[in-house]
């Protein structure tokens, strides 16, 4: 799916690379949509979970900007296997519940990434790098929010409104959130 999106992604390439019979797939999903769904809610923590330990491991350390362009970078590309999926199950409502059962089941969910992050600007309010009264949860869900919609822009309509190139990205977004998070006075 990374290689080649999700339009071109086929029970029976997925066959072939597991060295399976596209039959035995089927043994075990209802529909390629399932197979699509449940390798990402079974895989992707762990694709964003050694970015998260790095950035927890570099709290109190550079800086809270230059820390935040560093996990973006490796985070935002991601998020372009994320959109396109959410867009299937958008387009399949007992499937998108069955997901949703299953994340809530397993303690899962989208909120598991923003607990996740928020954590690292609650250790850097530990540190006093961060004001205590900034909103650790608020500010990770602007992070997250942006790099996906980013991406939902780009999978939708081939375009993206930030007029942002992909390298171009870390830097605009860590500058906004860090600068907000260190400073968050209120502008005149």
Same mark, same amino acid.
Do not use: W
């Given at each position: ?11 029976? @390439? ?18 390629? +949509?399932? #197979? /699509? *769904? ?9 694709? !964003? ?9 570099? =709290?109190?350390?550079?800086? /809270?900007?230059?820390?935040?362009? %560093? ?7 991601? !998020?372009? *296997?994320?959109?396109?999926? #959410? ?6 409502? =007992? ?7 299953? #994340? ?16 690292? !600007?609650? +250790? ?8 205590? %009264? *900034? ?8 992070? /997250? ?13 081939? %375009? ?7 390298? +171009?990205?870390? @830097?605009?977004?860590? =500058? ?6 260190? %400073?968050?006075?209120? *502008?005149?």
């Amino acid at each position: 799916m990374c290689d080649g999106g999700l339009s071109n992604l086929t029970t029976q @390439k997925v066959a072939r690379e597991c060295g399976v019979a596209e039959g035995t797939i089927y043994r075990h999903f209802t529909s390629r +949509e399932e #197979l /699509v *769904v449940t390798t990402l809610r079974e895989r992707l923590p762990g694709e !964003f979970q050694p970015h998260i330990d790095a950035l927890m491991a570099r =709290a109190g350390r550079m800086d /809270v900007e230059g820390n935040l362009r %560093d996990f973006i970078t490796a985070i935002a590309p991601l !998020f372009s *296997v994320i959109a396109p999926t #959410l867009g299937m199950l958008a387009a399949d409502p =007992a499937l998108a519940a069955r997901n949703a059962a299953a #994340l809530r089941a397993d303690g899962g969910g989208p909120h598991r990434l923003v607990d996740r992050i928020a954590n690292y !600007f609650r +250790e850097e309010q530990r540190l006093r790098r961060i004001p205590r %009264d *900034v909103d650790a949860r608020t500010a990770a869900s602007i992070l /997250v929010s942006f790099c996906f919609y980013r991406s939902l822009m780009q999978h939708l309509f081939g %375009d993206d409104p930030t007029r942002l190139s992909d390298s +171009e990205l870390p @830097k605009a977004l860590a =500058a906004i959130v860090g600068r907000a998070v260190t %400073d968050p006075s209120p *502008v005149a």
